[in-house]
């Protein structure tokens, strides 16, 4: 099915995307990626701006509590991930598969079938096998570097905020288009990360962080992502669930990364919990 394809290419280049953002971080600070990155990624759409317009003000009023949404996601996203390996990031975003089955069922009143419920029950092990402590490595966790802990609650909060987003971005596309949604999206984004700005009084090296060539990769990434994933949410037969799991299929490109860009340790393990979890996807999709 096409909405599944275009998931996929969605999971991949957010793969992708993690390990940019991770780049970016070298040279520049969150902040500074951030507001860059959104505003790069909101003028690239801006010719688009033709099919954006029409939309009725009380969904505009829904775009921008998403956009409220996704802000606090990557401000917490961000940190997250400069601060810890992009290999343990990555597994860790996998728990976003539970906040999305829930609220695809409590909310929208999708029903699990029974390869699905297998298939979660393989992800939720592939994730709590990160928890578990082996003796002969009694200073990491799962054989994983240890990370102080309000890192790892960060990240978790921002994969429930990101899933929160994917059941808005699914009730949305019942009434706007894509181009509509990314548009009104991108621009209450833009606009809420300038008023932080302003308000903190953050310090951006604008000559600098123009010049962070990680960061205009990130946008075209993004935006293409998105317009992939906003279309798959706008076909009837698409469901959160199942595009959830299919999401995921990005946590084998951080944990390569981990190994052959940044170097990182303990990979096999990241692998074993990965796979499990891809196991449980293919169980829930097939």
């Not at 092990?125 to 799962?142: D, F, H, P, Q, V």
């Not at 802990?149 to 905020?161: N, P, Q, R, T």
């Not at 548009?183 to 009084?201: G, K, P």
């Not at 279309?231 to 052959?260: E, H, Y």
Request: glycine share 6%; with cysteine; hydrophobic share 55%.
């Amino acid at each position: 099915m096409l909405w599944i394809a275009l998931v996929l290419v969605y999971g991949i280049l957010k793969g992708v995307r993690e390990v940019v953002k991770k780049k970016s971080l070298e040279k520049s600070t969150v902040m500074e990626v951030l507001i860059v990155y959104t505003l790069l990624a909101f003028l690239m759409v801006v010719p688009d701006y033709k099919n954006a317009m029409g939309v009725e003000p009380k969904f505009l009023v829904f775009i921008a509590f998403k956009s409220f949404v996704i802000f606090v996601a990557w401000i917490c996203s961000f940190k997250a991930i400069n601060r810890m390996p992009i290999s343990l990031y990555g597994v860790l975003d996998l728990s976003r598969v539970l906040f999305s089955t829930l609220l695809g069922t409590a909310v929208l009143g999708e029903v699990l079938s029974g390869p699905q419920i297998i298939g979660l029950v393989f992800v939720s092990a592939g994730l709590l096998m990160l928890k578990r402590r082996k003796k002969e490595n009694k200073g990491n966790i799962g054989g994983i570097e240890r990370v102080e802990a309000k890192y790892v609650l960060i990240a978790i909060f921002s994969c429930m905020l990101n899933a929160f987003s994917g059941m808005l971005d699914k009730i949305l596309m019942k009434t706007v288009n894509s181009s509509q949604l990314q548009f009104w999206y991108m621009l209450f984004l833009v606009l809420m990360y300038v008023v932080y700005i302003a308000v903190t009084r953050t310090k951006i090296r604008w000559n600098m962080v123009f010049k962070n060539q990680w960061i205009w990769l990130l946008s075209i990434l993004f935006i293409i992502a998105d317009r992939a994933l906003f279309i798959a949410n706008g076909m009837p037969d698409s469901r959160v669930t199942i595009m959830t799991l299919i999401k995921q299929s990005g946590c084998v490109v951080t944990i390569l990364a981990g190994k052959f860009v940044f170097k990182e340790k303990n990979i096999g393990y990241k692998l074993l919990c990965a796979a499990i979890v891809v196991a449980g996807i293919v169980i829930a999709v097939l």
